[in-house]
């Protein structure tokens, strides 16, 4: 890609006028519209050190209505963000519905700068790539338009630009000794911009690049792709707009079962403990937990912990005696309820990625981002193809923690109908509890089957190695906790001796 380029383009003062005069406005009634639309824009800006990443976003911006734009300075990771795995600092700084998000540098620093200082390691190459890609796939699919710009000049030009801004003690700071480093080396890190942009330049978000050496043929080159883009994208949506409404919801069950036998028919729900042997065993669990929990902190072992379950299922009781003993300081619980209109203005993955534990932290959700697989599904909050091409990004994000170091379990908390039942009268019966049973719980009875559906087809779809669903027969309430406690404390002695 590089190598043909013709970094001689210029373009005159007065043809440069002329153009501006008509993209700047443009640009300026396309973010409005993005706006009205509800369409989320991020925009990277990735190339050689002083190759005018700074001026020219400060060029993009004088066209945007400062309200509606963000722009993020992404430099060496922060002790807070080596913490998370690498992704997570760009889905909090990740745009809502309407707004426009600009990054000096990107995710993709992990591939470039990073890897050529050795910072990313060899053997993580490869899954890095393709966690930038899965990235950028997931949120293009949900209505995100990522446009990635990469500015382009040679070794020579490079070094005329930092030796200018060397010659002066308040430039000079911004020519860092790396930065020396990779034009000394300039064909290597080179080749890794070349590998980076060849892997990475996909249909869903295609790499532009932009002949940087003249100021004002770049600002013009960029104020044309970022116009041609938005252009594209705004017309699709208004043509949507117009458009049918997608399949949303499910309207009977499938007629054919191509997954097979279920898996939720296959748990032993007689399973069961007495009172004595409960207290007995819960006790000596709960001090293997406490202790756990202390190595987790020491070693940096990040732990993600997913409940989902049948409404009385027993995912409030299962949580309690987990974390009964633990330092509160150490984990947290997040109840996952409907989203706000702050999270409905994100791509749905984004709530629970920004509430994920740092290293040596437990994070519990009670309810999950398997919603979207679920009652998102089955009550039509999203289209068929939106449910659909979940699994996928749920395995990619799973994959993302796991790689980072954490634990990640699911629990499907499972009880029959009948048992369903029985808890919902005694709930109701009980004033002190009987907040805790609504109408729409019985309403959710009467599409049991179609949950059932969509839990099988959901644990076959997103059970992994690394990130397994524990299916957890809970008729009897002191075998479901017995068992929770002690799937966590096994996969957490089984992270310790590999650590």
């Given amino acids: 890609m590089l190598e043909k380029l013709d970094l001689a383009k210029t373009l005159e003062k007065e043809n440069y006028k002329e153009k501006m005069e008509l993209l700047v406005p443009k640009l300026g009634t396309l973010q409005r519209e993005c706006k009205e639309l509800g369409i ?9 050190g002083a190759a005018g990443k700074g001026v ?40 809502a519905k309407g707004r426009i998000a600009i990054y000096d540098s990107s995710w993709y620093r992990k591939v470039l700068v ?9 053997e993580k190459v490869e899954r890095e790539f393709a966690s930038i890609c899965s990235f950028e796939e997931q949120l293009t699919a949900d209505g995100m338009v990522i446009i990635k710009i990469f500015l382009a000049i040679d070794k020579e030009e490079q070094r005329k630009r930092f ?23 300039f064909k290597k890190y080179e080749a890794i911009n070349e590998e980076m942009l060849s892997r990475t330049d996909m249909d869903c978000a295609p790499w532009h690049i932009v002949e940087a050496t003249d100021r004002r043929f770049a600002t013009a080159k960029i104020y044309d792709i970022v116009c041609q883009v938005l252009k594209e994208r705004v017309e699709e949506a208004k043509k949507r707009k117009e458009g049918n409404a997608e399949e949303r919801g499910i309207k009977e069950l499938s007629k054919d079962k191509v997954l097979g036998e279920s898996i939720l028919n296959r748990a032993d729900l007689g399973l069961a ?12 669990l709960q001090k293997k937990i406490e202790k756990l929990h202390g ?24 949580i309690k005696r987990l974390t009964e003993k633990m330092d509160p300081r150490g984990y947290v619980v997040h109840p996952t309820a409907s989203p706000n209109d702050i999270e409905k203005a994100h791509h749905y993955l984004w709530r ?46 799973e994959r993302d923690l796991t790689d980072a170091g954490a634990i990640v379990l699911k629990f499907w908390m499972h009880i029959d109908k009948n048992e369903q039942e029985r808890r919902f009268k005694a709930r109701q019966e009980n004033p002190e509890k009987q907040w805790k049973i609504t109408d729409e719980d019985w309403r959710n009875r009467e599409k049991w089957e179609l949950y059932e559906e969509a839990v099988n087809e959901m644990i076959l779809r997103t059970s992994t190695k690394n990130a397994p669903w524990i299916v ?28």
């Fill in 352 to 397: 629970f990625w920004v509430d994920m534990p740092k290293a040596g932290h437990v994070t519990i959700f009670d309810r999950t981002w398997y919603g979207r697989v679920m009652v998102e599904r089955i009550e039509g909050f999203c289209t068929k193809a939106e449910w659909q091409r979940a699994y996928k990004e749920i395995n990619d994000m």
């Fill in 40 to 48: 989320p824009v991020m925009i990277a800006f990735e190339g050689y």
């Fill in 163 to 185: 030796d200018k801004l060397l010659e002066s003690e308040e430039t000079a700071w911004r020519v860092s000794k790396g930065d020396l480093k990779r034009n000394k080396k």
């Fill in 295 to 318: 190595e987790l902190y020491r070693r940096r072992i990040p732990v993600v912990l997913g409940f989902e379950g049948w409404d009385a299922g027993g995912k409030g009781g299962a």
């Fill in 56 to 95: 020219q976003i400060g060029e993009l911006i004088k066209a945007l209505d400062p309200r509606g734009f963000e722009v993020y300075a992404v430099k060496t990771e922060t002790q807070e963000e080596k913490l998370h795995p690498f992704l997570w600092r760009f889905w909090t700084k990740m745009p």
């Fill in 472 to 499: 957890v027969e809970g008729n009897c309430k002191y075998y479901a906790r017995i068992k929770v406690l002690k799937t966590v404390i096994e996969a957490i002695e089984e992270r310790l001796k590999e650590v």
């Fill in 114 to 122: 990073d890897r050529f200082d050795k910072k990313t390691k060899k």
């Fill in 273 to 284: 403990y007495t009172k004595e042997e409960y207290k007995e065993q819960l006790s000596k």
